[in-house]
């Protein structure tokens, strides 16, 4: 059973940068890999997904241009570089993965704490 570790959640202020990451605990490389996140006092929200070639990318609307995904499958681990902060980007954040045969994020993790400060 894969399971998925997140790191480098933090308080930042609006404007700021922060990079998360999510180690696997095992091989990634048939896996998509995303981000999504749970703002308070709403529905889980999906951000940015990753194909298994790493290039292949979709963000949501919201994060286009300030969020960056990648993976590395030799190390098992996918990032988020996440620029200009804002107040609205404070939620949980999951690192989440679907494999074979690709039918729903069914591995999730803990999630980690964001939190922008305005």
């Known amino acids: 059973q894969l399971q998925l570790v997140e790191s480098g959640g933090g308080l930042v202020q609006a404007g700021g940068s922060l990079r998360l990451s999510c180690a696997a605990s095992?091989?990634?490389?048939?896996?998509?890999m995303a981000w999504w996140r749970r703002a308070p006092g709403k529905e889980r929200e999906f951000v940015v997904t990753?194909?298994?070639?790493?290039?292949?990318?979709y963000y949501t609307d919201s994060v286009k241009g300030r969020f960056t995904i990648s993976r590395d499958n030799a190390k098992n681990t996918i990032s988020l570089q996440m620029t200009s902060l804002k107040a609205e980007d404070t939620a949980v954040y999951y690192c989440?993965?679907?494999?074979?045969?690709?039918?729903?994020?069914?591995?999730w993790g803990q999630g980690t704490q964001v939190t922008v400060s305005s």
């Open positions: 990753i194909r298994q070639n790493g290039v292949d990318t």
């Open positions: 989440a993965a679907t494999g074979p045969p690709y039918d729903g994020w069914n591995y």
């Open positions: 095992e091989r990634i490389g048939s896996y998509y």
